[in-house]
């Protein structure tokens, strides 16, 4: 009897952290899951759930993680108004699983998505609204769930920062931003030898779709260029890992070792031909977008490419001044308050 | 040719002194009633609480006395266990993980009480989602799903350090921190690695759960008084 009742007070310790807690509030954090197609994965909502209004982010990779976009800057200056929803997809962060490979793509993914908004709805109500903030990656899925069905009618905008929809246009955006800042730099005589080499490796490239190969060394180029202007704002990831994986109880080691999976998963080749710009235009709701000045791995010509193609009669577009790829960190001010106006006026 | 006789001679020389070395050093084989332990510890991920109970089942023993060429004698206790633990950490928002393991565990002891220990085990883990998991169906009904986690198989690698008071005195009790790597899988397609701290205390008593080991005596003795 003894023992039984041990037994059971380990079950009931275990299971109280599953239990349904639903908190409205203006200074709420919690943490729930969402299971589809083998994969378990971690949703924070943080901020003002009283406000009915929703921001999810879509982070990049795949494999990358929400934790990052989850600074103080972001829960002073917009978790203080809306509520704001860090989701790791599958594979990526904190989400759990098995052996899920087979359901590792965009469809999947698209309805892991489609799912994430449902249980938000169930959680906060129905009438609950939800801006979806897509960034790198996140634009190739939440184009392909914004552009799928009637979709669109679960939210009610879409803020693309510094992403992607199409990646061979992305490639070929890519080289020409690197290309021109490479001429440009070497004729003012700065950073001269790591812009040739960039140069060298464009120069190289056969023109058409790029192999895995060649995307993710340029890729890798197209990172470390930003680095080379000083006008840039640095990210500087590490220090926001040493400041708060402790406070928000980062999964450091899953998510290095499923960012380390996703990035040599078969996903990774099947994206190399996924092109949305032709399905741009069923898209009628608010969009913004956001894009770094620098920022040559997702060039800002790709945002114009949305805003074109797109019907909706509600479309904004800004520079971020001194960002490269991570603009809701590189220009914060800007970011949070672009953000905030579009929200407020679309909520 | 001429370089292989003296490695013949240098070997021949080598297996003689070892011989004559040996000759000197006495073994006994026994068979002796064990009692087993029984150990409970704080188990941390580092900054993540948790807590594992376990039992361990002596199966051989090893006892080593050494007397120095000065006369001087050291003495070496070898404990060869077979164990079995269950164990539970918290990381919160992330998941709970019970696991129950099996294993072997050499644990070295001098004369003076420290001792060091190695430990690979084997066994099966359970965990719970840090969270309440929903699941939504084809037609957007969403719904709880009570008890979410999975099920992995677990390998765990140790290794610590400790001091056994009942070497010195009469108290049956030894105290241990240990370093475990828990390695989970199939974790999303690959493997989910995880360090484990123990800080815990080892309880010796005389009589329970009685195994008979094997028990060799070793006597090295290098004086030539």
Same mark, same amino acid.
């Given at each position: 009897m003894k023992h039984f009742s041990v037994i059971l007070s380990v079950i009931l310790v275990l299971l109280s952290c599953q239990k349904e807690k639903i908190i409205t509030g203006n200074n709420v954090s919690e943490t729930f899951y969402v299971e589809n197609s083998g994969a378990s994965m971690r949703v924070l909502v943080e901020g003002n759930t009283a406000s009915k209004t929703i921001l999810l982010f879509v982070h990049g990779g795949p494999g990358s993680s929400a934790y990052f976009y989850n600074t103080d800057y972001i829960s002073e200056h917009i978790e203080d108004k809306y509520a704001v929803a860090y989701w790791d997809q599958r594979n990526a962060g904190a989400s759990q699983g098995n052996s899920n490979a087979a359901y590792f793509d965009l469809p999947v993914m698209t309805g892991d998505l489609e799912k994430v908004i449902q249980v938000l709805k169930h959680r906060y109500g129905k009438d609950v609204g939800i801006f979806l903030i897509a960034h790198s990656f996140g634009g190739m899925l939440t184009t392909s769930f914004v552009t799928k069905g009637d979709n669109q009618n679960l939210i009610k905008g879409w803020i693309i920062c510094s992403a992607s929809h199409n990646y061979p246009l992305n490639d070929n955006l890519s080289r020409d931003a690197l290309m021109l800042y490479a001429e440009q730099e070497i004729a003012s005589g700065r950073n001269v030898d790591k812009w040739q080499e960039i140069l060298d490796f464009i120069n190289d490239l056969q023109p058409g779709t790029l192999s895995l190969e060649e995307a993710d060394k340029l890729n890798s180029y197209a990172t470390d /260029?930003? /680095?080379?202007?000083?006008?840039v704002n640095p990210f500087p990831m590490m220090d926001i890992i040493k400041a708060n994986a402790v406070k928000q109880n980062y999964a450091i080691v899953s998510t290095f070792l499923n960012l380390k999976y996703s990035q040599n998963a078969d996903i990774q080749d099947e994206l190399r031909t996924y092109d949305f710009s032709d399905a741009l235009t069923t898209v009628n709701i608010p969009v913004l977008t956001l894009y770094g000045r620098y920022d040559f791995v997702c060039p800002p010509a790709l945002g114009e490419d949305v805003l074109q193609r797109i019907s909706s009669a509600d479309k904004f577009s800004y520079i971020l001044p001194n960002s490269g790829h991570i603009g809701m960190y590189q220009d914060q001010e800007i970011f949070c308050g672009r953000v905030n106006e579009f929200v407020e006026q679309f909520k | 040719m001429n370089t292989v006789k003296p490695i013949v001679f240098a070997f021949f020389f080598f297996i003689c002194g070892q011989v004559s070395l040996a000759q000197r050093d006495t073994v006994e084989s026994s068979g002796e009633k064990s009692a087993s332990s029984l150990k409970l510890s704080y188990n941390s991920s580092f900054i993540y609480p948790g807590v594992r109970a376990g039992i361990e089942m002596p199966f051989k023993k090893i006892y080593i006395t050494k007397t120095k060429k000065t006369g001087r004698q050291k003495f070496i206790r070898k404990d060869h266990y077979v164990s079995a633990n269950v164990s539970w950490y918290h990381h919160p928002s992330f998941h709970d993980n019970v696991y129950i393991t099996a294993g072997y565990t050499l644990r070295q002891t001098g004369g003076g009480g420290f001792f060091g220990e190695f430990s690979p085990e084997l066994g099966y883990s359970r965990t719970f989602l840090g969270g309440t998991t929903y699941q939504v169906s084809g037609d957007g009904t969403v719904s709880v799903k009570r008890m979410a986690g999975y099920n992995y198989a677990l390998v765990s690698l140790g290794g610590g350090l400790g001091y056994d008071f009942s070497m010195r005195y009469a108290t049956p009790i030894a105290i241990c921190y240990k370093l475990n790597l828990l390695t989970m899988f199939p974790y999303n397609n690959t493997v989910y690695i995880r360090p484990a701290m123990e800080l815990g205390i080892i309880y010796k008593p005389k009589r329970f759960l009685m195994f008979t080991a094997k028990v060799k005596r070793i006597n090295k003795n290098k004086f030539r008084g």
């Open positions: /260029a930003e /680095a080379y202007f000083p006008e | -």
